[in-house]
């Protein structure tokens, strides 16, 4: 079998040097990165403030367009910001808690950071958290979510794809739950977007965010916020700045939000982030998704079945359809396991309660999945690693 999407290989230098499993992670870096941020130093050597009106101002929208390509969205409907939590942040800035619609509904399983935002909110006492327990710290029982969405609930901040697991949750069913008890969500898109297809508008999702670290492989710095385009005019965010105003420049005293999605900006752009990730982007909307889920269940099943035929245990789920593009290998020293393969230029990570977490994405081999599994086989047979050290990737 001919893999086409191994064409893409020579663009991303860290394949050469490593058996690179981490995009659910930090994708690798496309050569095209080298030349944008070479573009940005240029245009501001050369261009100085002129380069604020020749496209920097833009760029928070301009960018947005690219990432909207790739989660379903319309153009003009998504903004860039630096990461999820302050796109979370913003979210709640637009919403009045009531006595009456005053709760927050999530999974344990949130990302925590995610989770940090709400909590250090509700400290004022306005918000209520209803936090859905896992069983078996995989997964979360649907059924369970649904029903603690009531009519209580203002907003359900849920992720697509479950960091620590790969769980694909069901965001279809759980924006209708929501919706139909007047709430609405936040879907956290960061593990799913360009690993997993998925439309914005198709879902009816209020929100949506994530960023471009992992499977977008666009580097730091490049969350992006999505907002349903009949909602946009009706909130008004109290986390803002001039970049949200009608006429920004006009610096009048009292804010007049822009009549668009400007509206969810605030200050001054983090103009060589967005520079950066543009790459990234370029590759998998010319590449879509639908051709990298179609690789990534073929790959992600076959290190299923190497994992289970080396004697692992796997404990990311074992049905395509409920998972992103991670599986993860449970093991009783995970930490020490990953800080040899670390060691040995095999790049995973490990997750408390998971294990070893593995990823192949579009530019990996076949043949990796196989160097990978045989290599913590090794490890593990000849226990060649020391229990007492901690996994060497912090992320
Ligand atoms: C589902 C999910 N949400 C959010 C984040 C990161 O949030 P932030 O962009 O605020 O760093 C991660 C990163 O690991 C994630 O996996």
């Known amino acids: 079998m001919v893999d086409e999407l191994l064409k893409w290989r020579g663009e991303f230098p860290i394949l050469d ?15 095209g990165a080298y030349d ?45 910001h630096q990461n999820v939590s302050i796109c979370q942040s913003l979210i709640l800035s637009c919403l009045e808690p009531t006595p009456k619609r005053n709760k927050i509904v ?11 935002v709400y909590e250090a909110h509700a400290r004022d006492g306005k918000l209520r958290i209803e936090t859905v327990k896992s069983d078996d710290g995989i997964t ?14 203002l907003l359900v901040p849920f992720s697509h794809v479950l960091f620590k697991s790969g769980f694909l949750q069901n965001a279809k069913a759980i924006t209708d739950r929501a919706h139909e008890v007047g709430a609405m969500v936040v879907l956290d898109a960061y593990q799913s977007a360009g690993t997993v297809p998925l439309n914005v508008k198709e879902l009816n999702v209020d929100f949506a965010t994530g960023g471009s670290v992992k499977w977008l492989c ?24 001039w970049m949200a105003h009608e006429h920004p420049f006009a610096f009048e005293t009292e804010l007049h939000y822009a009549p668009n999605i400007r509206r969810f900006l605030h200050g001054s752009p983090a103009i060589p982030a967005l ?31 190497l994992a289970q035929e080396a004697g692992f245990a796997v404990t990311s789920p074992q049905n395509s359809g409920n998972r992103g593009g991670t599986i993860t290998i449970g093991h009783e020293e995970a930490a020490a ?13 490990y997750r408390p309660g998971a294990g070893v977490r593995i990823s192949p994405h579009f530019y990996t081999k076949d043949e990796e999945l196989e160097l990978v599994i045989n290599e913590m086989k090794k490890i593990k047979d000849a226990r060649a690693y020391s229990v007492h050290e901690s996994a060497g990737a912090a992320f």
């Open 140 to 153: 979360v029982s649907l059924e369970r979510f649904l029903a603690a969405i009531d009519e209580e609930t």
């Open 106 to 116: 999530y999974s344990e399983l949130n990302f925590p950071s995610v989770m940090y």
């Open 17 to 31: 040097q490593t058996v690179y499993l981490i995009s659910h992670s930090l994708g690798a870096m496309p050569k």
């Open 337 to 349: 396991l990953t800080s040899e393969l670390i060691r040995r230029e095999f790049i995973v990570d």
């Open 275 to 305: 520079y950066a990730a543009q790459s990234g982007y370029k590759i998998i909307n010319e590449i879509g998704v639908e051709k990298i889920r179609e690789k990534s269940v073929r790959q992600t099943t076959r290190l299923i079945e």
């Open 36 to 80: 944008r941020l070479h573009e940005y130093a240029e245009v501001w050597a050369t261009r100085g403030v002129r380069a604020w009106a020749e496209g920097w101002w833009e760029m928070p929208v301009t960018v947005g367009d690219d990432v909207a390509r790739i989660i379903g969205a319309e153009p003009g409907t998504v903004v860039m």
């Open 218 to 241: 666009g580097g730091p710095g490049a969350g992006y916020l999505y907002v349903r385009p009949d909602l946009q005019n009706q909130l008004e965010p109290k986390t803002t700045g």
